[in-house]
């Protein structure tokens, strides 16, 4: 059992960028829902974070890493543990290898928007399917995001991560298990960052690229609300919006929460939504999916904590 206080005890002197204890999710996740986290920890760099969670498992105090809070729920009961945010370490490096192969290192707190915008500034190719992604680079190794045919594993080379014992290892690509939305990592892993493998190009064309992606999605998503981007996964020729569409779905709502009218694979806050209302209609769709057409949505989401 985990409170607020023991983890007060466990990280109250720590050094580090900032900790909010008790603090309500729904000011911070970008669905705006959420309850009261035990301690929310931002921290500033590497060596705050191997020192959070040494502390935490010491404590044997549960944890989970976060980025942004994008692709986040934490039930309305809150969540018996500590939030480490990692937006504290995000510094994106440029790094020319040859006249081929060109690399960015980002940082795992690093918005993908910044990386986009880096390898814009140094006229690289490769990851213009990142743009509009809501999401920081860890977040996105750890479930392959992708979007437009293409996936973080097409041009990551190298993957930083900190183990389950604390040490910082460097995993090749050939080491790493990538699947549809998801990454397979050892129990305990923290994700630091990533090397991506780029190419040169022409950056009229890159940035050109990039503004189709971006009004594409600017009339196909419903930007106009909070929400925490695509809630399930497509399957195989089964595109997930289209499911649950075709159910007739699209519009539905629970309290202030709606399944969007634009993209039935997005949930938005209409005004004071909370999580129980979220989790109501993700529950709806796969009921509904299940029982209709045979069909198991899972959650691109990741949903934490307690129920109310």
Known sequence: MTGKHVLQDALGDLQIGKILFGEKMSGHASLKVGGRVDALVYIENENQLVEVVKRLGEKKIEYVPA????????????????IVLMTGIQEVVYEPASQTDHFLTAQAGATLNKVVSRSVAEELTGLEFCAGIPGSVGGA?????????????????EVYVLDASGAGRTLNRSEIAFGYR???????????????????GERLKIKERINEIMQWRQEKHPLDYPSCGSIFKNLPGHPAGKIIEDMGLKGVSRGGAQI?????NF?????????????????????????????????EVVIIGENE
């Open 267 to 299: 949930i938005i806050n209409k005004g004071n939504a909370t999580a129980s209302d979220v989790l109501f209609l993700i529950h709806l769709v796969q009921t509904r999916a299940q029982q209709e057409k045979n069909l198991r949505l899972e959650t």
């Open 260 to 264: 969007s009218s634009k993209h039935a």
């Open 182 to 200: 998801h990454t397979e990592f050892p129990e305990g892993t923290i994700v630091l960052g990533a090397r991506f493998k780029l190419r040169k």
């Open 67 to 82: 980025g942004n809070l994008t692709n986040m729920i934490v039930r309305d009961g809150g969540y018996r543990g500590a």
């Open 141 to 157: 190794i750890w479930m392959n995001a992708g979007a437009y045919g293409k996936e973080m594993k097409d041009v990551v080379q």
